[in-house]
């Protein structure tokens, strides 16, 4: 990626996976959402994320998944038919809704790709109960890992990694909390915001970094916009966003912003790691109450001063959509505009979207 | 409670109501008995107990009518650990339950609507859709539905009902206990069942604190066994489905399961279904099929499509063709073995973990193998259900093992439970004679 001010330089998945592996490591595909990334790395295995991807003929999938079935998970599973996958050692299927609780299962129990799966369950409730199931469902996940030849880390291990995770995240935080200081587009910032899903802790964070050192006095120029929703695909998203003269000052994404976990509390490696994993942002995908999605949504409009919320919503997802209308409701008696744009997971941005963007920012500014 | 409200209620439930529906009761059972009375050419009279079940059934909802006022109200998903509910005193509606019920009576697109008015996609549940319809109009077949004072929420069928009791939470303002059940992959984990029975722990405490009155174990342990003795009658009753002619069909069964649902943990529900059983027993001890003339025997998966039951019903029972059981209603029951009354809450936590909506697709696939076996199941239709992915998913797979190493005729129909919009009677009906053809009826 070339700046005005610098170059920064993030590598794509392929490559990243390649460099991992030829250092002797192990790499995991990770489906969407939430998962302990850091018990991966501690592991030595890498995770990368599978967030589609967008524009895939799916008619390979639809053999197996009824077309009201999440878009990500359609094309996540063409994606592994087609061999995209092969060069992972294992795959992890997070349980954050019925059609990736599916996916998972089918994966078990009727296609059974070479690599072993591993599902793991997260707790939709944050209170004690929650808390210890966490623990030990955290635990049962690396007894799996170490089943399938993965080194079993000490526990020093487990908090190092668990650090390194957690200084990263707080990088992703600051480049989103300042991203209208930074002399770079959307598009771009995003390239850097979600190079997290696949890139080392370590090397996030030198992107980060360097980014982050590139920031001005001056805000960009556009009107700021909060941006809700699972995952900001495809990017040309980011185009009509900006050629609607508006910019992505906060960010709700699934991917992205509803992952900044705070630094989780315990002595115990373990404990940390789920109490970090349960004190996320209010989440639909982790059935957090609606006050809570509201009050955290009209808070990032308060910080950055967005003009109104776009909620980028996916076809079919049922965690996101059964929240909106009390949202926008909620909103609105709160005087928030927003609007609501709906995603196939294709591979153009659609012209209508755009037109609503448009007619959207005209109304906000 | 309050006095007025106690009074309004025992005026209008116990005084005129329970009169009311036990004459009309009376009167559609003489009915039943007049020579004459039945004209359909393929199937045989619905059973005997049918008016009692129209009786249990609008009594439930009678009861909830007047229920503010006169006790506590819950709300509860329909796999929902009820017991200790009811041995609290509290009217317990399934909104799941009176979703069906509007999609019988065909209200349920009418309240869909108006849920989509007040922006809820056309892509979600469409239960929820008509559970929001009928909260935000307020309108609803069965006369009122009470205002919820408390919200239960068990993940055992779906995530679904998760955002659906949060919607509703937000909405009412009121206390929504989470029973989640992680979702069985393989077998349940020591920490899995733990979990369950630690929410349950804490679920009652909510319930006792909202309903001002402490459970006993008494209470407890007379509902459990209850719940058991009516879930174990329940599965015999499915059971009279392997006799050859069948005396009940999945589509009866579809109606007949409303109390197991909604009534579980009171004695009439065991009476009920004693009776029921009784009747079934006489029914093969006469040789009597649900249809006059049973050529054919397939298995129904997922949920009915509720508003077109009575005209799939007759299209197959004019091809012979009997639907002799479904996983669906088979769920209720399959898992009273385990129901343990005398640690009500440690086997709560075990049975509600594992309904099969709960489990993997592989088990679900052995399910329906197996039931294809004792049923002596010629083939299956497989409801591919857009309202319901959990059920869904895994189906098109399911399909293909079923046909190639059972040798099952299998067909995947696709649908919605509740919402006619998206279901064509032409296509359907397409799919259905050319699987009908394969079926050899």
Known sequence: MDMSTGK????????????????????????????????????????????????????????????????????????????????VDL???????????????????????????????????????????????????????????????????????????????????????????LPISDRDLYRVVRSREYLPSEEFKEAAKALL????????????????????????????????????AGDDLCCSGRRLYPKGKGDDPLVRMADGLLSGPPDSTRGSVVDARLDHLMDLVRRHQ???????????????????????????????????????LDQHF???????????LENVK | MNPLGSLKYHLNVNLLGRSFLRFDRMRLTRRMRRVGFWKNEYLSPPLMTSPWLKELIASHYLKGRYANGHGPVAW??????????????????????????????RSAEDLCIMAEGHGYSRDICSYARTDFGAMLGGKTPVGRLPRPDLLLCCSNICQTVLLWYRVLAHHFKVPLILVETPFLYRDALPHQVDYVKRQLEAGVEVAEKVAGRSLTPSALGLV?????????????????????????????????????????????????????????????????????????????DNLPIWYRMRRLSQLLAERGVAMVASTYTNAWGE?????????????????????????????KLETIENMAREYQADGIILHSDRSCKPYSVGQMDQREKLAKEMNLAALLLEADHNDPRVYSDEQAENRLEAFLEVLGA
């Open chain 1, 8 to 87: 920064i330089t993030i590598p794509g998945r392929t490559e990243t996976i390649r460099a991992h592996k030829a250092r002797g490591g192990k790499v995991a595909a990770v489906f969407p959402i939430h998962y302990p990334r850091a018990l991966l790395r501690a592991c030595g295995i890498l995770p990368v994320e599978v967030w589609g991807p967008p524009g895939m003929d799916t008619s390979q999938g639809d053999a197996h998944l009824q077309s009201y079935t999440c878009p990500i998970v359609r094309a996540g599973l063409t994606f592994l038919l087609q061999g995209g996958l092969e060069q």
């Open chain 2, 224 to 300: 459990a066994r209850r719940s058991k003795e009516a879930s174990l009658l329940w599965a015999e009753i499915m059971t009279c489905g392997k006799q050859c002619p069948t005396p009940i069909t999945a589509f009866d069964e579809f109606i007949h399961m409303a109390p197991i649902v909604e009534m579980r943990g009171e004695q009439f529900t065991v009476d009920y279904y004693r009776a029921m059983l009784a009747e079934l027993k006489g029914r093969i001890e006469h040789k009597l099929g649900a249809l006059k003339n049973e050529k054919k025997r397939i298995l129904w």
């Open chain 1, 350 to 360: 659609p012209d209508q979207a755009v037109t609503r963007i448009e007619a959207f």
């Open chain 2, 76 to 105: 509860v998903t329909s796999g929902g650990p009820v017991e200790f509910l009811v041995a609290l005193g509290y009217y317990v509606l399934y909104p799941e339950n009176h979703g069906a019920v509007c999609g019988i009576r």
């Open chain 2, 335 to 363: 898992l009273a073995e385990m129901m343990d009354s005398s640690k009500p809450i440690e086997s709560a936590a075990r049975v509600y973990l594992h309904p099969i909506l709960n489990r993997g697709t592989g088990h």
């Open chain 1, 213 to 248: 050192e590139r920031k001005t006095e001056k805000a960009r120029s556009g009107i700021p916009v909060l941006l809700s929703g699972i995952v900001p695909e495809p990017a040309g998203l980011f185009d009509a966003i900006a050629a609607a003269g508006g910019r992505v």
């Open chain 1, 91 to 181: 795959i992890v299927v997070p349980h954050a809704c019925d059609s990736l609780q599916g996916f998972g299962s089918i994966l078990l129990d009727f296609i059974k790709p070479a690599q072993p799966i591993v599902p793991f369950y997260l707790p939709r409730d944050s209170g004690e109960p929650a808390r210890r199931f966490l623990v030990a469902e955290i635990s049962r996940v690396l007894d799996e890992l170490c089943e399938i030849d993965c080194k079993r880390p000490s526990s020093e291990e487990i908090a190092q990694a668990i650090e390194r995770e957690e200084r990263a995240d707080s990088l992703l935080a600051e480049l989103l909390a300042q991203a209208a200081q």
């Open chain 1, 306 to 344: 967005a003009r109104g919320i776009i909620f980028y919503s996916m076809k079919f997802c049922e965690p996101e959509l059964f929240y909106l209308p009390q949202l926008q409701q909620g909103l609105q008696a709160a005087g928030i505009r927003s609007v609501v744009i709906e995603s196939e």
